[in-house]
């Protein structure tokens, strides 16, 4: 801030200075206009942000180009539906939302089950345009959130960076946080989902948070506490801050660093954190009740037993009578802390950690005890190359930089190493939390670059000037500097630097080279419109996903319900506009495993199931005609684990031959019979999918099917698309028994 | 024949009162050919008209009738008046207004034709007479499967129904294949091929009516547009944007039971037969930046050919509509304006456009045309060559302050005829045109004079 304010001061005398000058002679405004070292930093650096600004937005924008402005797989299309909701009808009426158009018949109460903050966000920004006379459409608003809110994030990677370390390595956090393909994964034009604002608001409260550690001042603990407000309000990962703060300032306290400056911080974000976080109603008193909020509450009193023994050391100045106290308030303190949280936990009034939460510290866990969670793809554990593929050289620089870091240990570089270093660990647990530590491998490694870079300058820059001035004082005052000054006589060690800056500038280029095309190539991808290229090259498009939504949308009943796997009830209620018996919000394993399990069973099984659930039409993605790897029949299995979790009459070797999944003649009798194979492959016998394959041959699989002859006797085929990738069955009603 | 006209004259008084027109006495039809056209799902009918003046004083109009059931499904009536002879022929069209009459017989409907010059006692006139009906092909069966072609019922009467007396008639009905599956006979009366010929019937009283049902094949796409909202919207920096607003729909046979998709790919000449999925909008010539897309995003299958005197929009909407199925989409596109909007001499300036849906062989059921000012303009007026309702609106869209007139125009029962050109005059002060880049350019400046100003003060309370 110090520096912020002496640049503007030197600015404006700058301006006063060159007005009179304009005045007097023409010959000396041009000099007047040269600026001074200082402010061409700053218009440089100002430049420089603005340019990643710009850069960080526009990278986001391949699948616009490439496809169109759409919302993008499955998530998405819920919080857009919900945002439609919120600008069509307003704040009470999304507040008060009973939706019973999904989970049929249980429904949804939305406004309390959300985290409406992501919402309420392209709702402001929508109506912000409109009032400023722009009349966008509130789906532009949503594609482009994501993109604009990553332009602010490398705004407070810039500020996070300058407060941690310097100016140069802000700047370099700033780009590097830009292109991150990391953070890009979830941030692109279309990917309106919560993370979209959260990542911003995390960084946002961390750098807030630092910012008070350093200041002790109670404007930034209170910038914080509305910092953690915005992140409770947009993601379930302000869990995350609320764990993550209190163990710095614990690490703190064990080293030694406790100070006023802490205490002020710490204890102003917590309280008004806590009463803020408070308001959102899908939060409400789980952040004083659940188990995973009682570090905080720990770390919260230790403070003020700390604060305390302070107080009764600086009255007592005895230090043999403070011993004994210490004694007896410490063991009195965990006694009672003790007992308060097995009496809490007893009781039920603490409530236990959650499945998620658990399969967070125990990576096996949700393998073993939910497959729900199991089934998610993103909850997969992360595989090596996923690392290699988001970070590329973020993963060589980050232990470089949290050597720097180590070098000169502070208080904001200690959060920083602990942010990045827990974050990592829950990357590695799993898949989507690569996005969490995205922005912490990313300042670490821009310290890691600044440093480098700025140690071999000064170099560079020292051993030019020995020979014109004689004195290194000008050179700046880093250490790196002072000490190779020292050390003069080394031979070679201009052309090293350079070898060595060359070498980092080729390593930031092939990175921003790796960036852009994976951003493009895997990233882009909207997931609901297929590419793919055909035999010329040219480009082919399925769009069979919105074909068969759209014809739900216009050629069904208004109140039919639809079944399907969960996966599509998002997008079946937001483009199908239909009612749906489970969706992406899973939070009712029991319903799933109805659905699971009646798509599991046979069809005379499965009728009565459909029949219980007012079922008038299923829906299957099924992906044998055109290779479309992602289908109900590869899913299938996760449709039996989680059926058969409730329903021990589905098991899962029933549909395995020695312990192998198969569609062809060799699978089990269940396999060939079951509901999810019938309807996928009704009249799939008859068609002919590749050149020279027999009749029926399922190119996802690569096998001729099992059951060529399928017949059906309670449902019938209502539309299919024209990829064959969705099939539509209407359940018919029972037939009449006379 | 004396008894089957008897015959008639008993028809007659079962369905119409005994009529009791003196002026119509004055007129008589000497010869009446009528020709019916039902190969799509708009009913086209061409009429010609021998008309002789029998009374004593000059007659200036000459009346058309039709049934209550015909009357409204009447899309357009179009009249005109042919002189001289076969090569040398040319016509003068006339005008033709719908008009109640006090002593109507079953509520039938009436238009006058009025001539350009009375018709003098004993002189003739032949008339060109062309309606177009819509809705008027009613399926039987009611739904249909997918590998059934679709059956329609078409009604009308064998003898034109008139408040003259017709000398002598004749009708043609052209049926779209030669499936007709019965059509009612009236003696004479004959099929070959897609034609059936009715007639030459003569001497019949006024106000006769043969009632016929011809039960006939027709797959020809029955593509209704339910509403159809264009909006033009007037940008004098050099453009017009025009927005469609489709719903469509298969007027046909319902669609019965199953869809099978392998029927449909595989034996598509049986397999839904009377379904359609591409269609045709014939766009202005200078066509540019078209896009086509629903409520869910861009739709991809289309393809635009661009030509000199007319663009080609092909398009499929996202699946087949098979009858009774719905789809709505919106074609949006962009022309320049110096094509279509000029100076009249008064100094005002007037929009000429096409007022119909650019879909080739559909009815629209209801249209809105909303021609959306620039912002400033005054005195909107609409000239159009047949009545609509008319109505004037407010819209906002970017950076306007007091909102841009739209001026509304709403038809039922539009057809391709009704593809003319109509105009919207206004008054613009071309001083408007910028408001909108002064506000921008205002804009931008306060935000700099802000941040000059916020540099420049010093907030805090203690001096540094």
């Known amino acids: 801030m110090g520096g912020k304010q002496d640049s503007t001061k030197s600015e404006s005398m700058a301006t006063t200075k060159t007005a009179p000058d304009l005045l007097n ?37 391949f699948s616009v180009l490439r496809y169109e402005s759409m919302i993008h797989e499955f998530d998405p299309y819920f919080n857009y539906r919900t945002t439609l909701f919120l600008t069509e009808k307003g704040f009470y009426e999304f507040w008060n939302w009973f939706d019973s158009e999904s989970w049929y018949p249980l429904g949804r109460i939305i406004g309390g089950t959300l985290y409406p903050g992501l919402m309420v966000t392209a709702a402001l920004i929508y109506w912000t345009l409109r009032f400023l006379r722009f009349f966008v459409h509130i789906r532009e608003v949503c594609v482009l959130t994501a993109p604009f809110f990553a332009s602010n994030t490398t705004l407070v990677a810039y500020f996070f960076g300058k407060e941690i370390w310097d100016t140069g390595a802000g700047l370099v956090a700033a780009v590097l946080i830009a292109i991150c393909p990391g953070y890009i994964s979830r941030s692109v034009a279309g990917s309106y989902d919560n993370e979209a604002v959260a990542i911003f608001a995390l960084l946002l409260t961390f750098y807030l948070f630092v910012k008070a550690v350093n200041t002790g001042s109670l404007a930034w603990a209170l910038g914080s506490a509305f910092g953690y407000f915005y992140m409770v309000s ?20 064990i080293t030694g660093r406790y100070s006023m400056r802490l205490y002020i911080a710490y204890n102003c974000m917590y309280i008004l954190g806590m009463l803020l976080a408070m308001q959102i109603r899908f939060v409400g008193f789980q952040h004083v009740q659940s188990g995973e909020h009682m570090g905080a509450m720990g770390v919260f009193l230790l403070m003020q037993v700390f604060y305390f023994l302070d107080w009764v050391k600086y009255q007592l100045n005895d230090i043999k009578l403070f011993q004994t106290f210490l004694r007896i308030t410490v063991t009195s303190a965990i006694l009672v802390g003790g007992v308060a949280l097995g009496v809490g936990t007893a009781s039920g009034y603490i409530s236990p950690w959650t499945g998620r939460f658990y399969s967070l510290l125990d990576p096996t866990y949700a393998k073993d005890h939910i497959p729900i969670i199991a089934s998610v793809s993103e909850h997969q554990p992360t595989a090596w190359s996923s690392f290699m593929f988001d970070y590329h050289i973020l993963l060589f620089l980050f232990p470089a930089g949290l050597y720097f870091c180590f070098k000169r240990l502070t208080d904001a570089t200690i959060f920083i190493v602990m942010y990045g270093l827990t974050s990592l660990y829950f990357a590695g647990v799993m898949v989507r939390l690569i996005l969490v530590a995205t922005p912490a491998v990313c300042l670490i490694s821009a310290i890691a670059v600044s440093a480098t870079v700025k140690n071999l300058t000064s170099l560079l820059r020292t051993k030019q000037k020995v020979p014109q001035s004689g004195s ?109 018996i489970v969706d992406n919000n899973t939070w009712n394993n029991t319903h799933i495993a109805t659905v ?27 992906g044998g005609v055109t290779g479309y790897s992602s289908d109900d029949i590869n899913k299938f299995l996760w449709m039996v684990r989680i059926g058969g979790g409730v329903f021990p009459v589905i098991k899962e070797p029933d549909y395995l031959v020695n312990g192998e999944f198969r569609v062809d003649k060799g699978a089990s009798p269940k396999m060939l019979n079951c509901l999810m194979y019938k309807l996928c492959y009704y009249r799939f016998g008859e068609l002919t999918t590749e050149y020279g394959k027999p009749t029926g041959y399922d190119r996802a699989r690569g096998v001729e099917i099992g059951n060529k002859d399928i017949k059906l006797e309670h449902l019938e085929e209502a539309y299919t698309t024209s990829n064959w990738i969705v099939r539509i069955y209407r359940v018919k009603p029972p037939t009449n028994r006379l | 024949m004396a008894a089957r006209i008897g015959i008639f004259i008993v028809f007659v008084a079962v369905f119409l009162s005994i009529p009791a027109f003196s002026s119509a006495q004055d007129l008589q039809i000497v010869n009446a050919e009528r020709r019916i056209d039902l190969s799509s799902h708009i009913v086209k009918a061409f009429l010609t008209v021998k008309v002789e003046n029998i009374g004593k004083d000059p007659a200036a109009e000459m009346l058309l009738a039709f049934p209550p059931t015909q009357i409204k499904n009447l899309a357009m009536v179009q009249a005109l008046a042919v002189t001289g002879k076969k090569k040398k022929k040319t016509y003068v069209p006339l005008d033709v207004k719908p008009t109640e009459q006090p002593d109507a017989p079953n509520d039938t409907g009436y238009f006058r034709v009025s001539f350009v010059s009375p018709l003098g006692p004993g002189e003739t006139i032949t008339l060109e007479v062309l309606y177009i009906l819509t809705h008027s092909l009613e399926p039987f069966p009611v739904e249909i499967t997918q590998s059934e072609s679709q059956l329609v019922y078409y009604h009308d009467s064998a003898v034109i129904l008139s408040p003259y007396h017709v000398k002598q008639q004749t009708t043609f009905v052209k049926t779209p294949s030669t499936r007709v599956e019965s059509f009612t006979s009236i003696e004479p009366a004959n099929r070959a091929g897609k034609e059936i010929k009715y007639g030459p019937y003569k001497n019949h009283a006024p106000n006769s009516y043969t009632p016929v049902i011809i039960h006939f094949e027709n797959n020809s796409p029955f593509a209704v547009v339910e509403e159809l909202e264009r909006e033009i919207e007037i940008s004098h920096w050099g453009s017009l944007q025009i927005t469609e607003h489709y719903k469509l729909t298969h007027g046909g046979a319902r669609h019965k039971g199953v869809f099978s998709r392998v029927d449909y790919q595989s034996r598509r000449s049986v397999s839904g037969a009377s379904s359609f999925n591409g269609l045709l909008a014939v766009l202005p010539p200078r066509v540019n930046s078209v896009y086509y897309r629903d409520d869910i995003g861009n739709i991809s299958t289309s393809h635009l050919r661009t030509g000199f005197r007319k663009s080609e929009l092909e398009f499929e909407p996202r699946y087949p509509l098979f009858g009774g199925w719905r789809a709505t989409f919106i074609i949006g596109y962009r022309v320049p304006l110096e094509d279509y909007l000029f100076e009249a001499s008064d100094g005002r300036r007037y929009l000429n456009f096409t007022f119909g849906c650019p879909l080739v062989e559909t009815i ?10 620039p912002e400033g303009s005054k005195d909107p007026s609409a000239v159009l060559p047949f009545t609509v309702n008319q109505d004037l609106q407010v819209k906002y869209s970017y950076l306007d302050i007091v909102g841009r007139t739209v001026v509304v125009l709403q038809k039922d029962n539009v057809v391709p005829t009704h593809n003319v050109p109509f105009q919207v005059y206004y008054t613009f002060k071309p001083i408007y045109m910028l408001a909108e880049p002064f506000m921008l350019v205002s804009a931008f400046f306060f935000v700099f004079v802000a941040t000059l100003a916020y540099v420049h003060i010093d907030l805090n309370i203690v001096r540094k």
């Not at chain 1, 930093?41 to 420089?48: A, F, T, Y």
């Not at chain 1, 947009?234 to 306290?253: K, R, S």
């Not at chain 1, 000054?485 to 930031?508: E, M, W």
């Not at chain 1, 599991?600 to 299923?618: P, T, W």
Request: glycine share 6%; net charge positive; hydrophobic share 45%.
């Open chain 1, 25 to 61: 002679s023409s010959i000396f405004s041009f000099k007047s206009l040269k600026l001074k070292t200082k402010q061409q930093e700053l218009l440089i650096r100002v430049s420089i942000l603005g340019l990643v600004y710009v850069l960080a937005f526009i990278a986001r924008l």
């Open chain 1, 234 to 253: 947009a993601w379930g990962g302000y869990v995350f801050i609320i764990n993550l703060v209190p163990l710095y300032v614990l690490v703190l306290l």
């Open chain 1, 596 to 622: 699971g399990r009646a798509m599991s069973s046979y069809e005379d099984e499965a009728y009565d199931i459909m029949r219980s659930l007012d079922v008038n039409y299923v829906l299957v993605v099924f």
């Open chain 1, 472 to 580: 290194t004082k000008g050179a700046g005052s880093s250490k790196a500097s002072s000490k190779v000054t020292l050390d003069q006589s080394q031979p070679f060690q201009k052309n090293g630097a350079i070898a060595l800056l060359l070498g980092v500038f080729y390593l930031l280029s092939r990175y921003a080279i790796h960036c852009t095309w994976v951003t493009s190539e895997a990233y882009s991808s909207p997931s609901i419109v297929l590419a793919a290229r055909g035999a010329h090259g040219n480009r082919i498009i399925f769009d069979d996903y919105r074909e068969a939504y759209y014809w739900l949308r216009q050629n069904t009943p208004t109140d039919a319900k639809i079944m399907s796997w969960w996966d599509y009830g998002y997008q079946i209620t937001a483009m199908g506009n239909r009612t749906v």
């Open chain 2, 364 to 373: 629209v059921n209801k249209l809105t045309v909303k021609v959306v000012l």
